[in-house]
């Protein structure tokens, strides 16, 4: 599996950025699709999870209430909207799926990071 992320930039404290990602290969299942971040000297976090098949969600607290993860209308892809945002979102956020691939199970794969700058 293959992951292409798209979006990402600079914006202004309380704008909003919109991050893509779509995930391509064959032959693979993917269970969850989200997004982590790493900002410099921090350890990478999730910061939004979502079931494929349920459609349910998980966020980290601190961006509860700002942040929606949903699907695309393509298959297996996934956007995070990001609004309210504050200089504390600034990282490289780094999209995430778990997938099977014939008898392997749980496997991850990457995207490459895509920074997000937020200024006070």
């Known amino acids: 599996v293959q992951l292409q992320a798209s979006g990402g930039g600079l914006v202004q404290t309380g704008g909003s950025l919109r991050l893509s990602c779509a995930a391509s290969?064959?032959?693979?299942?993917?269970?969850?699709m989200g997004w982590y971040r790493q900002a410099p000297g921090k350890q990478r976090e999730l910061v939004a999870l979502i079931e494929i098949s349920s459609s349910s969600t998980n966020y980290v607290d601190s961006v509860k209430g700002r942040f929606s993860i949903s699907r695309g209308a393509a298959e297996n892809t996934v956007t995070l909207q990001m609004n309210d945002l504050k200089p504390e979102d600034t990282a490289l956020y780094y999209c995430n799926a778990v997938y099977d691939f014939g008898h392997l199970k749980n496997l991850h794969a990457w995207g490459q990071g895509t920074l997000v700058t937020v200024s006070s």
């Open positions: 290969g064959s032959t693979f299942t993917v269970h969850t």
